[in-house]
């Protein structure tokens, strides 16, 4: 069996589209009727590995890093070296029921620390 046919065996040789189980008999292409027994298809498996990239690539989503984007300030008291400004974010960290956690980074010596 050639190569594009063994692991083509749910799309049809003529046009690419998935096949759909039409019977127990046979899956029939849905846009030019092409027809293929299910004795060809039955007892094979497909496997894929689907990374998060590819689910928000598909849904159109795209990451944003911290240092692409413009933190807002805030005057806010470093635990570290007593700088009393910082950057601030928030994120929903537990269920939607519960309050953000919000997330600083003082100025100066970029330590980072939360409150809930």
């Known amino acids: 069996m050639e190569y594009s ?3 083509g065996f749910l799309f049809c040789d003529f046009c690419g589209t998935m096949l759909s189980l ?7 292409c849905p846009l030019c009727k092409f027809k293929r027994s299910v ?4 007892e ?5 590995v689907v ?6 690539r598909e849904l159109g ?9 413009q933190l807002s300030k805030v005057k806010k008291k470093c635990e570290k070296c007593e700088n009393d400004e910082a950057e601030y974010w928030t994120m929903q960290m ?3 029921d519960e309050g953000q956690t919000t997330f600083y980074r003082c100025t100066k010596c970029g330590h980072k620390f939360s409150e809930n």
Not at 22 to 27: E, I, L, P, R
Not at 51 to 56: G, L, P, S, W, Y
Not at 61 to 69: C, P
Request: no cysteine; glycine share 0%; proline share 0%.
């Open 61 to 69: 989503i795209s990451l944003i890093r911290d240092q692409e984007v």
């Open 44 to 48: 094979r498996e497909i496997s894929y």
């Open 51 to 56: 990374t998060a990239e590819d689910i928000r």
């Open 94 to 96: 537990r269920s939607a």
């Open 22 to 28: 039409k019977s127990t008999k046979y899956a029939e």
């Open 5 to 7: 046919r063994a692991r």
């Open 39 to 42: 004795k060809e298809i039955s």
